[in-house]
């Protein structure tokens, strides 16, 4: 079974700079989760996806952060304009259904904002 | 607003030593909690899951409880050898409409030595 796959592996960009990841979950995992993890903390959720939809973005600074998960499948976390505070590691998890409990995360893409 | 503290943030121990990470939780309403591993560079890896009517789970050399009341949970690792070397991170989520949204602890790093 091929794992989450997150594109690129690091990225650096200026601050006000505008930013995108993507994220391929493992094929037939309903449920999809963007989480930012900064250096020395442990992960915090974005975003969760259930299909297409959102379940819950509470945590997620709409002002510059979007994301999307069109068709249900790929997803893209976007930063525009990106905060020397946003410099961390974006990690993509997916699972079959919220209620599983079993996740597999992606490798992460490394920002850094200079 | 829930909180994980995990103690020690970091831990050095010679090849051999049976050792203990401690998680706590702010809300002890957990409803699920996992321990995960992550190495450098890498995403994290789910080791033991103990879902809302379960206290303890084993796998291997590596036993955690969870002590609900409290909201406290520990991971045990026997018998430590080098490639045990790692982040090791708790997570719990508080089911019902939460399921899925895990909040994790800051972290333990791990170094076993030779």
């Known amino acids: 079974e091929a794992g989450v796959a997150q594109s690129p592996r690091y990225k650096i960009i200026e601050k006000r700079q505008s930013v995108a990841f993507w994220c391929n979950p493992i094929?037939?995992?309903?449920?999809l989760y963007w989480y930012q993890q900064i250096l020395g903390q442990g992960p915090k959720l974005l975003i969760q996806f259930q299909n297409n939809g959102v379940v819950d973005d509470s945590q997620l600074p709409k002002d510059r952060f979007s994301a999307e998960r069109l068709k249900g499948v790929d997803s893209t976390l976007k930063i525009q304009p990106a905060k020397l505070e946003d410099s961390a590691v974006y990690l993509c998890?997916?699972?079959?259904?919220?209620?599983?409990?079993?996740?597999?995360f992606g490798s992460g893409t490394r920002l850094t904002v200079v | 607003k829930q909180e994980v503290t995990q103690i020690p943030a970091a831990l050095s121990v010679p090849e051999g030593e049976n050792l203990v990470l401690n998680c706590s939780f702010t809300?002890?309403?957990?409803?699920?909690l996992q321990w995960f591993r992550q190495d450098p560079g890498k995403g994290l890896t789910s080791l033991l899951l103990?879902?809302?009517?379960?206290r303890e789970q084993t796998s291997g050399r590596l036993n955690a409880s969870l002590d609900k009341s409290s909201g406290r949970s520990t991971l045990y690792i026997a018998a430590s050898q080098p490639g045990d070397s790692a982040t090791y991170l708790c997570?719990?989520?508080?089911?019902?409409?939460?399921?899925?949204?895990?909040?994790f602890g800051q972290g333990t790093i791990l170094t076993v030595h030779p």
């Open positions: 094929s037939g995992h309903a449920t």
């Open positions: 809300d002890s309403a957990i409803y699920n």
């Open positions: 998890a997916s699972s079959l259904t919220a209620g599983t409990y079993r996740y597999t």
């Open positions: 103990i879902q809302s009517s379960q």
């Open positions: 997570a719990g989520d508080a089911g019902g409409t939460s399921y899925g949204k895990l909040t």
